[in-house]
């Protein structure tokens, strides 16, 4: 058990939904990230938080946003979904303190979002 | 733009024979971080490498960070079905602490 924990599961929804998915990161983090990693692919970064600010973007599409809130959970929020959208979704956290730390990512179970 | 190639895609392997995946970076990386994730799991970190040159062990895994620090390998000696997964390797992206950028994975695969 790494730590971090994400919320839901699974998720089915239909095209053209909304939904929101959830992290809570490893106790102390302060950086979260995001990923989307469809079958049998690599992991694609979307966006990363630190103490609340957002820190760095990936392949985030529009559609898509985040954000960090004051206890250090995060949601990602997902919009006018596709059947493309259908991926496992991770969350990470990290210590991510000084500028001479290079810190491991702890990663949550997953939610798996099914587009149908 | 900055890049983490990473190779082969998969292995396909007989047990107790040994698997080698390679990472090769476009710019120097200040440390390089190893990941596995299981089929059906989540990437679990493995090591990190900060030192040129560095050499490090985990039972059968040897790791090594390159020379002039853009190129980096895992090895795993005699392979179990418990070694079977995908492995990653991430660097920090430049003039960042805190993001990665990750190689596209490679996965072993045990034959039966």
């Known amino acids: 058990d790494s730590g971090v924990t994400q919320t839901p599961k699974h998720l089915i929804t239909a095209t053209g939904q909304r939904v929101t998915l959830r992290c809570s990161p490893r106790s102390g983090d302060l950086s979260v990230y995001w990923y989307q990693q469809s079958l049998d692919q690599g992991l694609q970064f979307l966006i990363q938080?630190?103490?609340?600010?957002?820190?760095a973007k990936g392949n985030i599409l529009e559609r898509f946003s985040a954000q960090q809130f004051p206890d250090l959970h995060s949601e990602l929020n997902l919009s006018s979904l596709e059947l493309g959208d259908s991926a496992l979704y991770f969350c990470a956290s990290s210590v991510a303190g000084g500028l001479r730390s290079y810190n491991e990512q702890f990663f949550g179970p997953g939610t798996r979002l099914t587009v149908l | 733009g900055q890049q983490v190639m990473q190779i082969p895609q998969y292995q396909h392997v007989q047990e107790g024979e040994d698997f080698t995946t390679y990472c090769n970076s476009s710019?120097?990386?200040?440390?390089i971080q190893w990941y596995k994730q299981r089929p059906g799991g989540h990437p679990v970190f493995l090591i990190q490498l900060v030192k040129s040159g560095e050499v490090k062990k985990q039972k059968r895994l040897t790791f090594q960070f390159g020379e002039a620090k853009k190129n980096s390998s895992l090895h795993i000696t005699a392979t179990q079905t418990t070694d079977v997964g995908t492995y990653f390797c991430a660097g920090p992206v430049i003039d960042s602490n805190y993001q990665l950028i990750w190689g596209a994975g490679t996965k072993l695969i045990i034959k039966p």
């Open positions: 938080y630190y103490n609340g600010e957002e820190r």
């Open positions: 710019t120097t990386l200040s440390n």
